[in-house]
């Protein structure tokens, strides 16, 4: 089934979850993480669905709540995850002497690559290197992963120029199926462009709508291009709900 045919049939799903990414999906990637702005139409779209009686709107991200709060400005309605489904702004898990030492170890290796950036998080230490050159950060990224490995109880992702190291317990398909299931949602439309999102993929099923943006392999049904199909997809969600 094309995409347009599958969001064309939301209207019959009793309960809906749209759930998407931020940055390469609703935001354009930025060289820096920092100034990264949301599609407004993107954002407006959300407000409007997340307005609706039966559909819960959501925005699950690998940035920090806090971050994705202020990032995102005044968006009523639209729930916010952070860190892959581990940050609703509420209790830290727990590991936290273990991201003070991730932080150490990931700040010496930010000291040694000019143009990288350090992105300390409740549960987590993101490692940016958009902006550094790619032989010192392909070495930099190797020393990152080979302490990583010496501890078990990390776990590390790749991502967009992004190596992240975490003693959370979830990843974005759990954080998505227990939404599903808090919203009593029969389907759910969900998009993302990176590494992490795919958790949320591999877990969809035959009523549920999987968009990956942008090239590379993935376990979505469906792809677009980039954040201004992602708008159309949004409205026409809309349309489908009458
Ligand atoms: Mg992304």
Redesign the pocket.
């Known amino acids: 089934m094309t995409l347009e045919a599958a969001l064309a049939r939301l209207g019959e799903c009793r309960g809906l979850l749209v759930a998407s ?5 609703l935001a354009p990637i930025v060289s820096r993480p920092d100034r990264a702005v949301g599609d407004p139409s993107a954002l407006q779209s959300l407000v409007r669905l997340a307005r609706r009686d039966g559909v819960v709107v959501a925005i699950v991200s690998g940035r920090a709540f806090a971050e994705l709060r202020s990032l995102l400005g005044d968006a009523p309605g639209v729930v916010l995850i952070g860190e892959h489904g581990n940050d609703r702004g509420e209790e830290v898990v727990g590991g936290v002497e273990m991201v003070d030492e991730m932080a150490a170890f990931i700040r010496g290796v930010g000291d040694n690559l000019p143009g990288s950036a350090v992105e300390v998080k409740r549960h987590g230490v993101g490692f940016h290197y958009r902006r550094a050159d790619a032989a010192p950060a392909e070495k930099a990224v190797d020393s990152i992963l080979s302490w990583a490995e010496e501890r078990p109880d990390i776990t590390v992702t790749e991502g967009k120029e992004l190596v992240e190291m975490s003693v959370a317990p979830h990843h974005k398909g759990d954080a998505v199926l227990a939404l599903k299931e808090e919203a009593g949602a029969e389907c759910v439309v969900f998009i ?3 590494a992490t ?1 795919e958790n949320v993929f591999a877990m969809l099923g035959p009523e549920d709508i999987g968009i990956k943006v942008g090239p590379g392999e993935t376990a979505a049904r469906h792809r677009v291009d980039d954040v201004s199909d992602v708008v159309e997809v949004l409205a026409a969600i809309e349309s489908a709900l009458g």
């Open positions: 990414d931020f940055d390469g999906t993302g462009d990176d999102d």
